[in-house]
Nanobody, 116 residues
């Protein structure tokens, strides 16, 4: 079992920044990759960024150059630094842990709202 707890969401003006955190606990050793997803009202869930155990990263085209995914292994925490935020970034952001056995764990989500 893996438990994920997100924090850091909130309301910010367009052009501003926020940093999301996702703290993992439990069977950390089973995690192969961690990802940030987001879902806006009326839209499908979207993969925002991913980071593997080896440190490789990948981003959605819509956030490249603005968002940075990172992790602190000592704290078992993943981060998403979001800069130059746009109103279209408004969504519930959830962290995901993908295990070596292809199982997915999800956090409860944190709301990010960007005002124009």
């Amino acid at each position: 079992q893996v438990q994920l707890v997100e924090s850091g969401g909130g309301l910010v003006q367009a052009g501003g920044s926020l940093k999301l955190s996702c703290a993992a606990s439990g069977s950390i050793f089973s995690i192969n990759a961690m990802r940030w997803y987001r879902q806006a009202p009326g839209k499908q869930r979207e993969l925002v960024a991913a980071i593997t155990r080896g440190g490789s990263t990948d981003y959605a085209d819509s956030v490249k150059g603005r968002f940075t995914i990172s992790r602190d292994n000592a704290k078992n925490t993943m981060y998403l630094q979001m800069n130059s935020l746009k109103p279209e970034d408004t969504a519930v952001y959830c962290c995901n842990a993908h295990t070596y056995t292809a199982y997915n764990y999800w956090g409860q989500g944190t709301q990010v709202t960007v005002s124009s």
